[in-house]
Structures are given as structure tokens and as C-alpha cells.
């Protein structure tokens, strides 16, 4: 895995036994959307998605092109955060496939408006042909 940024730091924080202090490493994180630049919500739903983007991912905030995964988020969280999603609007057929192929609010509200439809949509979308 590459790191999405990099901290400077002038020395490592160490323990009292001269190991490195991984809690003291907390307090040097950057936080991922000052380092992008923050683009605020366009919509109500480009609102409420980043709301429930930073409330999984447990941020302070989140803009509309910041992505999931460059936040911290992985597939349980990927599953939190669309079963978050459906509960506070009305209901949608998405899944956690939906949120890994469109990981940024802005692209995940396109999809729920319906203006973008996933590849695979057309695949499960078509019903065989009943037989007589």
C-alpha cells in the first residue's frame, strides 16, 4: 500500500524505554481533506451523504470529491455507510459495490439521481424470459 500524504516530523516521539511512541504519532496526522482542499455540498443530498461519510469514517468533515477509501474506509465501513445511506433517504436498491466503484459523495448522489448507471447494473437488471 502507498500512503495517500506524508508528515514531516523534525524527530519520532519515544517511550520512556526509547521506543517509538505510536501513540504520540497520532497527534502528527494530517487530516486528508485539508491536504486536497475542501469542496463543500452542492445539494441537500451531496450534504447529507458527506454527513454520513464523516460520521462512519469519524471525521470532522467531509467535501464532495474526498474519497472514501483515502479517508480510512474499508469494506465494513463500505457496508455501514450504505446501510446508513438507505435509512436517512428513501429507500435504493445499492450495495457496497455501488460505493466502491463511486467512492465520492458527488459521484455517489449522480448515481442515486440515476443520472450515471453502474456497469453491472445492466447485467442484473434483465430477467430471463419466462418459460411457459
Excluded at 497520532?26 to 461519510?53: I, K
Excluded at 470529491?65 to 455501514?80: K, P, R
Amino acid at each position: 500500500m502507498i500512503p495517500s500524504i506524508f508528515v514531516a516530523l523534525d524527530a519520532l516521539p519515544l517511550t520512556a524505554n526509547g521506543k517509538i511512541d505510536r501513540r504520540g504519532l497520532a497527534g502528527a496526522e494530517v487530516d486528508a481533506t485539508r491536504a486536497r482542499g475542501y469542496v463543500a455540498p452542492r445539494n441537500a443530498t451531496e450534504a447529507t451523504l458527506c454527513r454520513l461519510f464523516a460520521e462512519v469514517l469519524g471525521v470532522d468533515r467531509v467535501g464532495v470529491e474526498d474519497d472514501f477509501f483515502q479517508l480510512g474506509g474499508h469494506s465494513l465501513l463500505a457496508i455501514q455507510l450504505v446501510a446508513s445511506a438507505q435509512a436517512s433517504r428513501a429507500p435504493s436498491d445499492r450495495c457496497a459495490r455501488t460505493l466502491f466503484a463511486n467512492p465520492t459523495p458527488a459521484r455517489f448522489d449522480r448515481l442515486l439521481l440515476g443520472i450515471m448507471r453502474p456497469s453491472w447494473f445492466r447485467q442484473i437488471s434483465s430477467r430471463p424470459a419466462a418459460t411457459p
